[in-house]
């Protein structure tokens, strides 16, 4: 079959896609077809085939394995930023006992997860989506793929299907953040790393080590590199807070009398509501708390003021987890150290501040933050017209304006990125269900003629301000401050409302009498 359609935007022609230059000889239809097999596409797919045991799916892959950032990120001490009774899956609780974990660890829960349920077996590795198309005289998506075979062959396979979800992440997998960082291309003769690439033989042992950073990566980083090198030293430009906390949690009586999934399940519930808390104490009393914290963990000889005492509210930016005070306990040891002030220069062996102070390095590691894209690389087309993410307002902090039977799974950015991607599932599936009911072929979100929407006044992403947010934040949808044209907020808000609220404020419905039956349903998710 010939895919060899006129694309038009405005009556200019734009460059043919791949799919109108070749033929396409089948094209491969499932009722959902989940892109990414990272812990959003993992609980997007246990969602639909929970709720639609009758409809079929596919998960495609880009990566040869499943995981996603789990999979990707291999650099020393890698473990969650979030605790794991939040960030794993409600229907299948984290099951140990620490909340916070390594990489190995939350990549064996996923798979785990992932076989117990089947959905391992509907998982297609070394899928990568190169372009979706939205055709309303078709009511429907289709997707060509780039689909990996042996060695380095690969082959054009095309879907087709009738809704798409997009949860890839809003990072760039292939290429990080770069670091700013005056001679440190021209002059250092050392080891540069990045933590998102992290090479197999990277050597660090007995050497000196800088890490450029103070983010949840960078504490995360120091005390597992502290174990093997001679020195660490954190460079931050400001510091960041950090919160120690006890990685284990005690056994209460209450669980004796109660069977081990309702224990955990009674455990996520506690987390939950411990993190709805903590994030809605104001910032004068989370402040001294913080400072608190801190202060009883830190050595006599490093002061809290400056390399400690961030200038903006807590909350502004993610509060690095310390589990079981690692981080502190290395500083303690003498086997790392802080550095604050802006960089001058990097020399051949050393990181020179404004201040004058030099910190001699090896190794350097660029712990600086990702790199935004959001989407992925996947051109997406509306009736010929290719669509842009950064033009457009996010429904509900799921869905797109002017972007047909399409959602976008995301997190939240200061709360479990697993919570806001179960509160997208739920909404998606609530309003198939919708669909199916009402006998719609698609579902549009609108902003009437009439209706002026203005962006939300929050600086960064949902209020988060961290350097790489800033950065970045001009390539992500537009957020407004008012429903439903607002982004991810609060989890038990827009749970409740996932579940029981208004969903069809703001969309524009076609019956599908206009074009056909009820088709398939597609769900595109990283």
């Given at each position: 079959m010939k895919m060899n359609e006129a694309m038009t935007t405005g009556g200019q022609a734009r460059r043919d896609s791949v799919i109108s230059r070749h033929d396409v000889p089948e094209i491969v239809e499932h009722?959902?077809?989940?892109?990414?097999?990272?812990?959003?596409?993992?609980?997007?797919?246990?969602?639909?085939?929970e709720r639609f045991p009758h409809m079929s799916y596919r998960v495609l892959e880009a990566r040869q394995d499943i995981g996603g950032t789990w999979d990707l990120m291999r650099y020393p001490g890698i473990?969650?930023?979030?605790?794991?009774?939040?960030?794993?899956?409600?229907?299948?609780?984290?099951?140990?006992?620490?909340?916070?974990?390594g990489g190995d660890k939350i990549l064996k829960y996923m798979k785990d997860s992932a076989a117990e349920f089947g959905i391992d077996k509907k998982i297609c590795l070394g899928s990568t989506v190169l372009e979706a198309k939205w055709s309303s005289k078709r009511q429907a998506w289709t997707l060509a793929v780039q689909q990996a075979r042996t060695g380095s062959a690969q082959e054009l396979r095309y879907y087709r299907a009738k809704f798409l979800v997009y949860a890839s992440g809003f990072y760039d997998y292939q290429k990080p953040m770069p670091a700013v960082i005056p001679g440190l291309k021209e002059n250092f003769m050392g080891q540069v790393y990045h933590p998102q690439f992290w090479p197999q033989n990277a050597n660090y042992t007995g050497k000196k080590v800088a890490v450029i950073g103070s983010g949840a990566t960078a504490i995360t980083l120091i005390p597992a590199l502290a174990r093997l090198a001679a020195k660490v030293v954190m460079v931050q430009r400001s510091p960041t807070y950090i919160m120690s906390m006890n990685n284990s949690v005690a056994y209460q009586w209450w669980e004796r009398f109660l069977p081990i999934a309702l224990q955990q399940r009674i455990r996520r519930l506690m987390f939950v509501l411990m993190s709805a808390i903590m994030t809605r104490i104001p910032a004068s009393w989370m402040r001294p708390f913080l400072k608190r914290n801190t202060q009883r963990a830190?050595?006599?000889?490093?002061?809290?003021?400056?390399?400690?005492?961030?200038?903006?509210?807590?909350?502004?930016?993610r509060v690095c987890l310390c589990p079981d005070g690692d981080f502190f306990e290395a500083l303690r040891e003498g086997k790392a150290d802080v550095a604050t002030g802006e960089i001058k220069t990097v020399t051949e062996d050393s990181i020179i501040l404004k201040s004058g102070q030099r910190i001699e390095a090896d190794v350097i590691i660029t712990a600086t933050g990702l790199n935004l894209m959001f989407g992925g690389k996947v051109a997406m087309y509306v009736d010929g017209r290719l669509m842009k993410w950064n033009e457009k307002y996010m429904?509900?902090?799921?869905?797109?304006?002017?972007?047909?039977?399409?959602?976008?799974?995301?997190?939240?950015?200061?709360?479990?990125?697993?919570?806001?991607?179960?509160?997208?599932?739920?909404?998606?599936?609530?309003?198939?269900?919708?669909?199916?009911?009402?006998?719609?072929?698609?579902?549009?979100?609108?902003?009437?003629?009439?209706?002026?929407?203005?962006?939300?006044k929050q600086p960064g992403i949902g209020g988060l301000t961290s350097t790489y947010i800033m950065r970045g934040k001009d390539a992500l949808p537009r957020e407004s401050d008012r429903t439903p044209w607002n982004g991810r907020e609060d989890y038990l808000k827009e749970l409740w409302h996932a579940k029981y609220g208004n969903i069809t404020q703001g969309v524009h419905f076609t019956p599908s009498g206009d074009y056909g039956i009820y088709g398939n349903i597609m769900f595109l998710s990283r």
């Open positions: 009722d959902l077809l989940i892109i990414g097999a990272g812990i959003s596409g993992v609980n997007m797919a246990y969602r639909f085939q473990r969650s930023d979030s605790d794991l009774y939040t960030f794993g899956f409600e229907w299948r609780p984290w099951p140990e006992r620490i909340p916070i974990a830190l050595p006599k000889h490093i002061p809290y003021d400056p390399h400690f005492k961030p200038t903006y509210a807590p909350f502004s930016q429904w509900r902090g799921a869905g797109m304006q002017d972007f047909p039977n399409c959602a976008i799974v995301r997190g939240y950015t200061k709360a479990s990125w697993t919570l806001g991607a179960d509160v997208t599932a739920y909404l998606v599936c609530r309003l198939i269900s919708h669909m199916e009911k009402e006998g719609l072929s698609s579902a549009t979100p609108k902003v009437a003629q009439k209706e002026v929407i203005l962006p939300t």
